[in-house]
């Protein structure tokens, strides 16, 4: 696009979108930054609004950090995940993290069910070489969750959230000063 055209479709562009338009500058062209600003500056824009657009990315970041990173599985979905690891069986709810874009609750989902598959398939496996009544078996396998689950809690997750509360959080403590 040659800067006409570029000057014709942001002049029709909200203020929000202009100012996205500079705030992810290295998506775009230099042309198309230099255009957008040119057209920021042609509606005198307010410091104000200026301060409510970043209020609003802040908050979405927030958000998206929370979807992500803070808000994990329930200890029923483990759980679930953990002993129902078929894919035919669990693919529904996978696929609702997909489209949700929940990252984390994706990855333990897939964490719990691959275990619970190694775990079950190493109990046949000694089985086999062993004799253990199903009762044996079964109960090994609920007691394999326990330290899955601690991994998970205290190495995996923890370490996870420590790292960006405190990545986070000095974040917030200089937006308030």
Not at 30 to 42: D, G, H, M, P
Not at 69 to 82: E, G
Not at 89 to 104: C, E, H, S, T, Y
Not at 120 to 132: D, Q, W
């Amino acid at each position: 696009m040659n800067r006409e055209d570029l000057e014709k479709n942001y002049a029709v562009l909200s203020t929000n979108e202009l100012l996205e338009i500079v705030d992810r500058k290295f998506d775009y062209t230099e042309l198309a930054v230099t255009v957008a600003l040119e057209e920021i500056n042609k509606r005198n824009i307010s410091e104000e609004h200026i301060k409510e657009y970043k209020d609003e990315q802040i908050a979405k970041a927030r958000a998206f950090i929370k979807k992500n990173i803070v808000d994990d599985l329930n200890l029923f979905q483990k759980i679930t995940f953990f002993f129902i690891w078929l894919p035919l069986l669990n693919f529904p709810f996978k696929q609702n993290f997909r489209d949700g874009n929940f990252i984390l609750k994706l990855k333990q989902a897939n964490y719990y069910s691959l275990l619970g598959f190694i775990f079950m398939m190493l109990l046949g496996f000694i089985s086999g070489y062993y004799p253990l009544s199903n009762l044996t078996v079964f109960t090994i396998w609920f007691l394999s969750f326990l330290p899955a689950y601690g991994f998970d809690e205290y190495f995996n997750r923890k370490r996870l959230v420590e790292r960006l509360n405190v990545l986070f959080g000095n974040q917030e403590e200089n937006d308030e000063h």
